[in-house]
């Protein structure tokens, strides 16, 4: 059964940075691409980033270049998403899932002074 578990999430003042991690089973995780969304209250899912199989090319949307990196251990079937100068407009849950799947329950992340 394929499984997502999101963590990392938090509380975090503006300017801060979070790690998240996307721990996946139930699939064979370097055959897929895997991505990362989020979700703030009230507001539409935004996809954040992507990544390749093996890791060689990254996505970002408009908002998050430059301060959010993607990454992947496929020894660990994992995915993370590194987030840097973190803005009160970045507070979503966060989820995860590989391409053609289904998001993960997703990690809650706060900016807030």
């Known amino acids: 059964q394929e499984q997502l578990v999101e963590s990392g999430g938090g509380l975090v003042q503006p300017g801060g940075s979070l790690r998240l991690s996307c721990a996946a089973s139930?699939?064979?995780?370097?055959?897929?691409?895997m991505s990362w969304s989020r979700q703030a209250p009230g507001k539409e899912r935004e996809w954040v980033a992507t990544?390749?199989?093996?890791?060689?090319?990254?996505t970002y949307t408009d908002s998050v270049k430059g301060r959010f990196t993607i990454s992947r251990d496929n020894s660990k079937n994992t995915v993370y998403l590194q987030m840097n100068s973190l803005k009160p407009e970045d507070t979503a849950v966060y989820s995860c899932?590989?391409?053609?799947?289904?998001w993960g329950q997703g990690t809650q992340v706060t900016v807030s002074s």
């Open positions: 990544i390749s199989t093996f890791g060689s090319t990254t």
């Open positions: 139930g699939f064979t995780f370097n055959n897929y691409p």
């Open positions: 899932r590989r391409a053609s799947g289904r």
